[in-house]
């Protein structure tokens, strides 16, 4: 629907902006990956980020953990 592609370009744009101000870069998986966290409202295990990832688009384990690291370290995610 119209609501939802809009609700998606608002989550896209905040997410870049969250990335930029951290200094990180904004790939499409980073996207990816800050979206499925923050659309789900909860923590989430690694594996379910993986699976809503792979909806979005290819993406394999190792980097997901590489980029839940990156995410962590600048201080935008937290281990569980």
């Keep these: ?3 939802r592609a809009a609700m998606d370009a608002a989550l896209h744009e ?10 990180i ?8 990956v800050v979206g499925a966290m923050a ?6 295990p690694a594996g379910d980020i993986l699976t809503l990832v792979r909806r979005l688009r290819p993406a394999n384990r190792v980097t997901l953990y590489r980029i839940l690291d990156l995410l962590v370290e600048k201080g935008l995610a937290r281990r569980h």
């Design 25 to 32: 870069g904004a790939t499409p998986l980073r996207l990816a």
């Design 1 to 3: 629907s119209l609501e």
């Design 14 to 23: 905040s997410s870049s902006r969250m990335l930029a101000r951290a200094g």
């Design 39 to 44: 659309g789900a409202g909860r923590a989430l």
